[in-house]
């Protein structure tokens, strides 16, 4: 991937200039504390024309595991070492808040899990957790299914349409159509709604997409202009946000109403006795209404299912778009994973079985976000002063960091550190296959399986921290499972009935990141049915 760069003389001199003040306030807002903490030079010029986490990387292998740098009249701390990872997100995480995430995303997910104050997370968290267990994912399934089957038809569809064309195959945007379907299935299992943004549009959906683009354009945007009391009303894009929410929370509004006005004993039965097979809404807005009784706060519930659609939308969509980046030019493995999902799907739809039998394409999906984890950066505020620990790469002793340093967490460093990984920008889902240990265990290679036994796929448990891709700690992402098995399941059922190539070099493809990576103009590929699926 490429990122061309060309810089005039004078961008040159404004570059020089902006470093040289950047330099000076970090050293003014850090003061002494962070003295001994190798900096990053030039960063803010670094920060145009390039994503944030490339620059991070070449910083990282140049200055170690944990470094600082200025950033506008900021000075962030940029960790890269499992060691300081894992005190971060799990051995002190109530030292740390979300800092800047929070505000950009608070007035989006109100006291949603991710931007909510301690007191109603945990409040919320021992609530919602529940309600991702095993009954709850198996039942998914069928959605994942279904919801795949969906964009396979419209696929079918576009073929037959094409079929007098010479190419029996059809061009498509699969970024695009992985967003659609993540839309789709999140829809149906967190609030049971269907979207059905795969085949059609509607002022929902495009309400969604608008939000998402604003929460982008704020996680990128250094000025938070649209807090100004005015903002909402003069600025357009803010009026078309406040507009877009208006149209996502009506809707929302409707589900929880409709939830609690159908609310019936017999239901709550079969969920207390998790048969959620037997069940015909097993949603997690279900769960949470019929379990935890009708009396929750709307605005409460309300928040906790924007936070999820977001959260696990086009996060979700991304790994899958990233994952058929990387089979598509690496045919042999692609080849692979179709042979694993033909001897596992001919005969029967997908179920929790057949996924445990799927071991390639899991451990696809989990190179893919080793790859291109979703978000590329965890952002964290120290609430007091700390001591990080020592760790791999750079400093033995550790930093003592001050109260409100922002900290950037890269798990795209972690994901491709050269300490840690052999050939480390290398696809190679084969890397973790499965081994016995020296006393019989059966785990993932070069992990300990004994710390997290029976797990489906590898983790930040057995990789200690150097695997990251939900975070870590009480923090970690609650849809992890959710999502892991929602595109192994889509991307086995795409591989199986179709091949993907690439329409054009990989080079041509562009990468651009707000919360997540994705292209810059989408990932079109050519799309042609298998003979023998
Ligand atoms: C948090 C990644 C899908 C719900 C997180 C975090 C990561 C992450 C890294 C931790 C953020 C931090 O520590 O700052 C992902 C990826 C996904 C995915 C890579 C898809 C491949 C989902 C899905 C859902 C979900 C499908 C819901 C159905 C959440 C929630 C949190 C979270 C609620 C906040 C947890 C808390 O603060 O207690 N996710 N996520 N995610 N994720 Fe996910």
Redo the contacts with the bound molecule.
């Keep these: 991937i490429r990122c061309q760069h060309t810089e005039t003389d004078e961008r040159k001199q404004k570059r020089n200039l902006l470093d040289n003040a950047s330099n000076l306030l970090t050293n003014l807002l850090t003061g002494g504390s962070l003295g001994s903490m190798p900096t990053a030079e030039g960063a803010v010029s670094d920060l145009f024309g390039r994503p944030l986490f490339l620059s991070l990387y070449d910083w990282f292998i140049e200055h170690g595991g944990v470094y600082k740098l200025a950033f506008g009249p900021k000075a962030f701390i940029v960790v890269s070492d499992p060691i300081v990872a894992r005190h971060i997100?799990r051995e002190n995480a109530f030292n740390y808040d979300?800092g800047v995430l929070a505000d950009i995303l608070e007035p989006i997910m109100g006291k949603g899990?991710?931007p909510a104050d301690l007191d109603t997370?945990r409040q919320r968290?021992r609530v919602i957790a529940p309600g991702f267990h095993a009954s709850y994912l198996e039942a998914m399934v069928e959605i994942f299914s279904t919801c795949s089957e969906r964009l396979i038809s419209k696929f079918n569809q576009q073929l037959e349409e094409n079929v007098s064309g010479e190419q029996q195959s059809i061009l498509v945007d699969l970024e695009a159509e992985f967003s659609s379907l993540a839309l789709d299935i999140?829809g149906l299992?967190?609030f049971n709604y269907d979207f059905g943004s795969v085949t059609k549009e509607s002022p929902v959906i495009k309400a969604v997409y608008g939000t998402l683009y604003e929460a982008e354009h704020r996680s990128t945007f250094y000025v938070p202009y649209w807090k100004f009391p005015l903002a909402k009303w003069i600025v357009p894009r803010q009026q078309k946000f406040h507009k877009d929410l208006k149209v996502i929370n009506e809707c929302l509004d409707d589900l929880i109403r409709n939830a609690k006005e159908t609310r019936q004993e017999t239901d709550v039965e079969k969920l207390q006795q998790r048969d959620y097979l037997n069940l015909k809404d097993a949603s997690l807005l279900r769960f949470l209404v019929d379990m935890r009784g009708a009396d929750v706060d709307d605005r409460q519930l309300r928040d906790d299912l924007i936070?999820?659609l977001i959260?696990?939308h086009e996060?979700?969509a991304a790994?899958l778009t990233w994952a058929i980046f990387l089979l598509a030019q690496n045919p042999a493995k692609m080849k692979k994973a179709q042979e694993e999902v033909d001897l596992i799907l001919k005969a029967r739809s997908p179920s929790f079985e057949s996924l445990k039998a799927l071991q390639y394409t899991r451990l696809i999906i989990v190179e893919a976000?080793r790859l291109y984890p979703?978000?590329p950066l965890?952002?964290r505020r120290a609430l007091n002063s700390d001591k990080l620990p020592g760790g791999y790469k750079g400093d033995k002793d550790g930093y003592e960091i001050p109260k409100g340093v922002d900290i950037f967490l890269s798990v795209y460093n972690l994901h491709r550190s050269p300490y840690f990984w052999d050939n480390p920008h290398d696809f190679d889902p084969e890397r973790f296959l499965v081994q016995k240990t020296s006393d019989g265990i059966e785990g993932w290679a070069g992990f300990d399986p004994s710390r997290s036994p029976g797990a489906l796929y590898p983790n930040e448990i057995m990789s200690d921290f150097a695997l990251i891709?939900?975070?870590g700690g009480p923090?970690?992402?609650?849809?992890?499972q959710?999502?892991l098995m929602e595109?192994t399941i889509s991307l086995a059922l795409l591989l199986h009935k179709f091949d993907v190539e690439l329409n054009g070099p990989p080079e041509s493809v562009e990468l651009v990141t707000g919360a997540t990576i994705h292209t810059k103009s989408g990932l079109w590929c050519r799309l042609r049915k298998r003979v023998d699926s």
């Design positions: 997100l979300k899990l991710i997370w968290r999140i299992g967190v936070t999820m959260a696990g996060t979700t790994v976000l979703q978000p965890l952002i891709p939900f975070g923090r970690k992402c609650l849809g992890d959710f999502a595109s």
